[in-house]
Nanobody, 128 residues
Framework: HVQLVESGGGSVQAGGSLRLTCVASGYTYSSSCMGWFRQAPGKEREGLAAISSGGGRTFYADSVLGRFTISRDNAKNTLYLQMNGLEAEDSGMYYC??????????????????????WGQGTQVTVS
C-alpha cells in the first residue's frame, strides 16, 4: 500500500544538526513532487522545503533558507532533509508528503499543502 515513513527526529541542542529521512513505497516515487512540512504546538502546519521529481528544482521557506537542504534519491525511494543551525523555533512534528509532479511548478504551490495527497505519520524534532 501507499506509504511514507519518516525517521531521524530527536532532541538536539540549539545550533546542532539533524537529518530526516522519508522512505516511500507503494507508488511511483520518482514521478512525485516531495515536500517537508512542520507543525509546532498551537500553530498551523507550514511548508519548509520541496523538491521536484527529478531533483532539479528545490524550494525553501524563508525561515529555513540557508540552514536546511532537501534532497532525494530516486533509486532508493528516499527523501532527505538536512537541518543545520537548528533553533528552538524549529521544534515540532515534521512530515514528508508526496504530490503530483506539477505541484513543484511554483514555490507557492510547492510549499502549500493542498496538492499533496500522501502524508507520512511524522517525526518529532525538539530543539532546546
Amino acid at each position: 500500500h501507499v506509504q511514507l515513513v519518516e525517521s531521524g527526529g530527536g532532541s538536539v541542542q540549539a545550533g546542532g544538526s539533524l537529518r530526516l529521512t522519508c522512505v516511500a513505497s507503494g507508488y511511483t516515487y520518482s514521478s512525485s513532487c516531495m515536500g517537508w512540512f512542520r507543525q509546532a504546538p498551537g500553530k498551523e502546519r507550514e511548508g519548509l522545503a520541496a523538491i521536484s521529481s527529478g531533483g532539479g528544482r528545490t524550494f525553501y521557506a524563508d525561515s529555513v533558507l540557508g540552514r536546511f537542504t532537501i534532497s532525494r534519491d530516486n533509486a532508493k525511494n528516499t527523501l532527505y532533509l538536512q537541518m543545520n543551525g537548528l533553533e528552538a523555533e524549529d521544534s515540532g512534528m515534521y512530515y514528508c508528503a508526496a504530490g503530483p509532479a506539477a505541484t513543484c511548478m511554483y514555490k507557492t504551490q510547492a510549499l502549500g499543502e493542498i496538492d499533496y495527497g500522501i502524508w507520512g505519520q511524522g517525526t518529532q524534532v525538539t530543539v532546546s
